[in-house]
């Protein structure tokens, strides 16, 4: 296929659509599936298969407000869409007939989101901009949007070191964490010796609460290609890997049907787009190691062996896999990459603050009303992401601290809500950026419990490769297990604060080194729920279960203490 | 007679062979004698800790309710407390049992055999509670001076105990403290 | 081969390129503490040791095992921070599993006893774990006891990388990482084993020793790998 085959495409597509009454959108992300979006599909879809000419049925990704779903979005020709909240199959039928048959289509009131909402009015969605919107299977209806376009334009009108350019330009950094530039990545790699080298992207996305990588994959997946490719182009990559965690079954099916369809098509493969640049996509299923989303890891994954990370320098950029020049970015980058290239750095530039380009998308969940997938320009405050779009706290609680950055991450507690969010700035209060897990926590949370639970997950996922890492989790789990069980003594408060200083510091990998973010940032803002714990046998969230006793104390109360186990 | 220093040892969870290497310190015995006045030990048959002890060496690791009363005892009791042994610094052998449960462990010992002795852990003031879990002595007081070894050696218990009677530091080299 | 200067301990020294800066500092007869790391296997860089400071970019810790001589560098081996880090690595190695030298075939020769006193661990801070965890006495030569393990590789490294046997392998993750005979078979039916003992020999602690040894009588021989590298590398076959 080449370019004006591409564009007739999209206009025949787009000529299809056309001839609809109305379009009737389900999602069908992972999220909206557990809340029982798969009934509701299975109820309507023989009724409108009777109405296929006049009403056109689709399932879509991920429209964001997951903790409402499963989410259902009513278009009538020429009208605003109308999204549904909650959507049992009884509702839809009765949308069926009151909003989509009716010759007088009424909207069931009390279930519509408003689209003023400030859920909706705050984000900027750029890189969701087709999830919920398209049916992620249909290739015809990702290129009637534009898609491909930015590839086509890439391989004919730029020169791989134009696209880097751009790329730096743009001010887009990573969007795995650590916030790398991405155009200086690229360049790095594109100047890299080697005759073969490779382009991976990282969907081992493995952080408690967050489901970022997940739902792009889901709800876009020729997005990512059309990046993974256009970067296959700018470093002169013929292979490309998408490392998808196998708990993504869904993504893992989307993304293979969607490679598919775009090989079949010419825009993935050899000679794509009747260029001369090839350029193949493989999936490799992570086995449920958190590790694997660390780079050096991912890529020993993806070449076979265990799943471990090795030390940096070299870098991938230089030596990865199999000792190739090799480019690893997040998903979510790679999402970023075509809005770039068609719209200009100049205009991606526009969005975000001084340092953070763009805009990023957050798993907004934890104790508030609206938990669901955001997208938000950086720079917004994280008050405007809790309470305009996450709809503050539920009534009755008051907001405690927000969580960023997964176990890697750091609390953010009400002093610093009206922090800017982008990476410098969460950084400076001892959080990150992370990949975009963003857990709200109000007043019923205890925050010693919550360090326990994040280091739980870094002792379980630790691959025990070097010692701090793999013994220090372990007993800084312990510590706080005293603490929160009301056995610690002052002393263990300040081994546990010596240890978080030593597993930072001397751990191998990312992994290590950023575990005892948790606890450090909870010691720093909220280090008055320690001492509770430790001086009153107090959990003053009232979370924790107070059975033990410091050792010494048994001595004192000797028929009360020692359960047999 | 006051001017002597008041020396007590205390034995918790182990096998006594750290106070049997202690008796090994043959003539310098002699020497102790003459600069340290014994106050408690398991070898001089005292029933209660007494107050103002200058130096308290503790072997055995602390297994029980006793222990944990004791260990409080000699800690409010003493100026210098002394993990004496493997057992006391690290728990050793008597800290294998803590990969069973106390229950378990009872009912292995003393009561899938033959016999049927009390189990630990009813009210009757005989026997004392078992801890869900063995620590080494400086996990549960604070404790000042280690002598590792299983036993310290007599040269070693010998090189601690006069550096204490003259008022110095419990040697730290290499060699006087290696586990084991 | 070309030469690079750097500075360590304030001392300027000279380097070959290639080198790392533990083979540099020690080349200096600078003491540095390693468990993982053995001359003549590939390094790993997980014990976490030799970590040293680099003065020249913030005081950033990073394992001379691994890391290359550059120009220019300067690097610092002793620290109150580091000598306190080397102990608490010591401890939490110590707390990991059941390390009771008292009743150890390794006891007196153990590389990990010899190195806590050597840096002064004579107590642990941290709560023993005291696992529950196997021993494989089913090969007719040698004792495999994870109890002394410290997960140092030395023997899934040199039985790769030297005999090429690729007898062990490592099983779990974290704590719970566990080194595995063939694809976990009891080692005495490993159809890989040959039997060869090189891992008994290069093994730190008591976790793979002699049958046949008591406690204390295991002593172990590093010098074969350098016979064997020696051999290999430079074509000198020398034995003594």
Redesign the interface.
């Given at each position: 296929m080449n370019r004006p085959e591409l564009q007739a495409m999209a206009e025949q597509e787009l000529e299809r659509q056309k001839k609809f009454r109305c379009r009737v959108m389900c999602c069908t992300s992972t999220a909206c599936v557990s809340s029982g979006a798969n009934s509701l599909y299975e109820t309507l879809k023989p009724k409108l298969e009777k109405l296929k000419e006049d009403v056109e049925f689709v399932p879509t990704g991920c429209m964001g407000l997951c903790g409402r779903g499963p989410l259902m979005t009513v278009q009538l020709q020429g009208q605003e869409p109308v999204i549904y909240e909650n959507v049992t199959p009884e509702l839809a039928l009765e949308i069926l007939d009151k909003h989509i048959l009716a010759h007088k289509p009424t909207p069931i009131k009390d279930k519509v989101l408003p689209n003023d909402w400030p859920f909706f009015t705050k984000q900027t969605r750029v890189v969701l901009a087709n999830s919920g919107a398209v049916d992620p299977e249909r290739l015809e209806d990702y290129v009637s949007r534009g898609g491909y376009s930015a590839l086509a334009h890439a391989l004919r009108e730029m020169t791989p070191r134009d696209v880097c350019h751009e790329l730096i330009d743009s001010g887009l950094r990573g969007r795995g964490g650590a916030g790398f530039p991405t155009g200086l990545k690229w360049n790095m790699v594109r100047k890299a010796a080697g005759d073969r080298k490779y382009v991976v992207a990282n969907g081992d996305e493995g952080d408690p609460g967050a489901y970022m990588d997940r739902t792009l994959m889901e709800s876009d997946p020729h997005r990512v290609l059309e990046g993974m490719a256009i970067a296959g182009y700018a470093v002169g990559a013929e292979q490309g890997y998408v490392y998808v965690r196998g708990e993504y079954p869904l993504a893992i099916k989307r993304l293979e049907k969607a490679i598919r369809a775009a090989e079949r098509k010419g825009l993935l493969g050899s000679r794509v787009m009747e260029s001369g640049f090839n350029f193949r996509i493989d999936i490799r299923i992570g086995a449920g190691?958190f590790?694997c989303g660390e780079e050096t890891a991912l890529m020993a994954s993806i070449m076979g062996k265990?799943g471990q990370p090795v030390?940096r320098p070299p870098y991938p950029a230089e030596s990865g896999l199999w000792g190739c020049p090799t480019l690893i970015n997040n998903v979510e980058t790679y999402g970023n990459i075509t809005p770039i290239i068609n719209q200009g750095a100049a205009w991606y530039s526009q969005i975000g603050t001084a340092k953070s380009k763009g805009t990023k998308i957050f798993a907004l969940t934890g104790n508030v009303i609206n938990s669901g997938l955001i997208e938000v320009p950086m720079g917004i405050t994280l008050r405007e992401i809790v309470f305009d779009i996450g709809g503050g706290m539920v009534p009755g609680r008051t907001y405690k601290a927000a969580q960023t950055g997964g176990p890697s991450g750091g609390c953010i507690p009400t002093e610093h809500l009206d922090t800017p969010v982008d990476y410098e700035s969460l950084k400076a209060l001892g959080s990150m950026m992370g990949s975009g897990g963003l857990i709200v926590m109000d007043n019923t949370t205890c925050m010693p419990n919550i360090a326990k639970f994040f280091m739980e997950f870094c002792?379980?996922?630790?691959?025990?490769?070097?010692?701090?890492c793999?013994?220090?989790?372990?007993?800084m789990h312990?510590l706080l297990e005293h603490i929160t069980n009301g056995s610690a003594t002052e002393d263990d408060l300040k081994?546990l604060e010596?240890?978080c200083l030593?597993v930072r510091?001397?751990?191998?990998c990312g992994l290590g080194n950023s575990s005892p973010n948790p606890i450090l940032s909870t010691l720093r803002y909220f280090r008055h729920e320690y001492e509770a714990h430790i001086r009153e046998h107090k959990c003053l969230a009232g979370e924790c279960n107070i059975t033990e006793v410091p050792?010494?104390e048994?001595?004192e109360i000797?028929?009360k203490?020692?359960?047999?186990? | 007679m006051t001017d002597k220093i008041r020396l007590a040892t205390a034995w918790l969870g182990g096998c006594s062979g750290c106070h049997m290497s202690f008796l090994d310190l043959n003539e310098h015995l002699l020497d102790l004698a003459k600069a340290a006045e014994l106050v408690y030990s398991p070898i001089a048959d005292l029933k209660e800790f007494p107050e103002g002890v200058d130096v308290a060496l503790v072997e055995g690791a602390v297994a029980n309710i006793d222990h944990v009363e004791l260990s409080k005892k000699i800690r409010a009791r003493s100026k210098l407390v002394v993990s004496f042994g493997d057992c006391a610094v690290t728990g050793n052998v008597t800290i294998l049992r803590n990969r069973f449960g106390v229950d378990d462990l009872l009912t292995a010992v003393y009561h899938a055999g033959p016999g049927a002795a009390p189990r630990g852990h009813d009210p009757d003031g005989i026997i004392p509670y078992l801890l869900p879990r063995v620590l080494p002595l400086h996990q549960v007081i604070a404790v000042d001076a280690y002598v590792p070894g299983c036993p310290p050696s007599a040269d070693r218990i010998w090189a601690a105990v006069s550096a204490l009677l003259r008022g110095e530091k419990v040697p730290v080299e290499e060699e006087a403290i290696t586990f084991g | 081969m070309s030469v690079v200067t750097l500075t360590i301990n304030d001392e300027l020294v000279s380097a070959q390129a290639e080198q790392t800066l533990l083979e540099a500092i020690r080349e200096q007869g600078i003491d540095l503490p390693t468990l993982c790391h053995m001359d003549g296997l590939s390094d790993k860089g997980g014990c976490r040791l030799c970590m040293v400071e680099m003065t020249n970019n913030n005081n950033r810790l990073v394992p001379a095992c691994v890391t290359k001589v550059q120009e220019g560098q300067s690097i610092r081996t002793e620290s109150d921070k580091l000598t306190n880090y080397r102990k608490m690595i010591i401890e939490l190695l110590l707390s990991e599993r059941n390390h009771i030298c008292a009743v150890c075939v390794m006891n007196g020769h153990c590389e990990l006893q010899n190195l806590a006193a050597h840096l002064g661990v004579n107590h642990v801070r941290y709560e023993y774990v005291v696992p529950d965890l196997p021993m494989d006495a089913s090969h007719e030569r040698f004792v495999q006891d994870h109890n002394r393990c410290i997960l140092c590789m030395r023997c899934v490294r040199v039985c790769h990388e030297v005999e090429g046997a690729h007898n062990w392998d490592v099983m779990g993750r974290g704590v719970n990482s566990l080194v595995i005979a063939d694809l976990n078979k009891p080692w005495g039916s490993s159809r890989s084993c040959t039997g060869c003992g090189k891992c008994v020999q290069v093994c730190p602690t008591g976790a793979l020793s002699k049958k046949g040894s008591t406690v204390a009588e295991m002593v172990k021989h590093h010098d074969f790998l350098g016979w064997i590298m020696n051999g290999r590398e430079k074509n000198i076959w020398e034995y003594r």
């Open positions: 190691a590790v265990r030390i002792m379980d996922e630790s691959c025990g490769k070097c010692v701090p793999r013994v220090g989790t372990m007993q312990r081994r010596e240890l030593l510091d001397t751990s191998l050792v010494l048994l001595a000797k028929h203490t020692v359960e047999v186990s | - | -």
